[in-house]
């Protein structure tokens, strides 16, 4: 017999769980580098496209499969047809990925925090040289996974909500001082160009705008917690009573503003001396660290910046944790203690390789990408993509869009208005955008 399942001990304890399952790496590392490469406005137009007809539909289907099944991904899945059970499954096998790529970069952030700490400044190699270092980084590592495991371990009301819900609040309020901080640097107001007045001259081929596209669209996958069962899993633990549409609004609109916050703070920074946007994924942690390094007090606000990183990327990786978690714990009848001990574990084993792969495994590669970059390429334009496409299968054209919306209407109490919008976007929009995008990914 299982036990009774656990529930959030409030609505708005959920609401900061998953806007903080949302908001993360993908929004304070992810999106300022992604939109820096994408052309700036170009990217953000496009990506809050994706975000209203793929986004909002699916999260929003997500979290109702969760609360109508009431069981971990794959039972929750299996529950609305047999035959998809893979779903869930696909989802806990991308959650682990993400889970071992978050590790490493949530390693990193914590030495960011110490070491700008200690005053010594981050010389430009610094990125390079520590990340390729074998032992130090799998350490942090180590201590990323064990904070996950022990807030996992405390379970839902008690260990992800009441973490979620102090974090959140914080991590809200002290960017948009920094933000407010960054748009006061010499020059900050070409970078605020940069990142809302569309630059057309960005695209030149519809290869440029497709790809623009396919780094939208995995972007706002990403960002969202979509196609990883986290928001089944999330949704599970609701009551009946909650309202499923207005939860997804406010989750969306706050992962959103995070993005767009930590956009306006680090793309003006980043402009006001005179560094490049575009550099991809070293953007935080290689040019940013010399913005701060050249600002009076930097130091603290470089500490402060990385620790509001901490924040969002432990109210991300404790929901891929807990899609694991319940599953493992529901499978094997073992503890949620030992099931987070276990599933940290074994993520932990997958990032030391991750980590290794920026110095002594850089040579070794999987389809000509080193370990790390293939983890994200598995989840992101993958796991994902395919996850998503079959969710939308699932809830459009097997459970029903009507069956659907019994649920989201808490049985036709609540009033659901966008019925013929919601229906065109989970039964043909969003399917047939994921397979254009995902084949063209390819090209
Ligand atoms: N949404 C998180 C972020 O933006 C990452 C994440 C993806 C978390 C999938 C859970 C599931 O960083």
Redesign the pocket.
Known sequence: MRSKREQWSSGIGFIMAAAG???????L??FPYVAGTSGGAVFLIIYIFFLVILGIPILLSEMAIGRFAGENAVDSCKKLSRKFGFVGALGIA??FL?LAS?GVVGGWVIKYIFKSFSGSGFGTDFFADYTAQPIEPILWTFVFIAINVIIVTGGIAKGIERVSTILLPVLLIFLIGIMIYCLTLPNAAQGVRYFIVPDLSKINSISDLSQIAINAMGQVF???????G?LITYGSYLPKSTNLTSSTVTIVTL?TLIAVIAGFAIIPAVFSFGLEVTGGPGLIFQTLPVVFSNIKGGQFISALFFLLVLF??VT??I??LE?IVSWFSDKTGLSRKVSSVIAGGAAFLMCIFASLSFGVLSETTIFNMNFFDFLNFA?DKIV?PIGGFFMCILVGHIWGIDAALEEISNSRKLKFRLKPLFSAAIKYIAPAMIIVIFISSFF
Do not use: E, P, Q, R
């Open positions: 399952s949302a908001i993360g790496l993908g929004n590392w992810k991308g959650a993400v978050y990403f960002s969202l917690s979509l196609g990883m986290t992962d969002a990327a991300s990786a929901s891929l899609v989840a994902m």
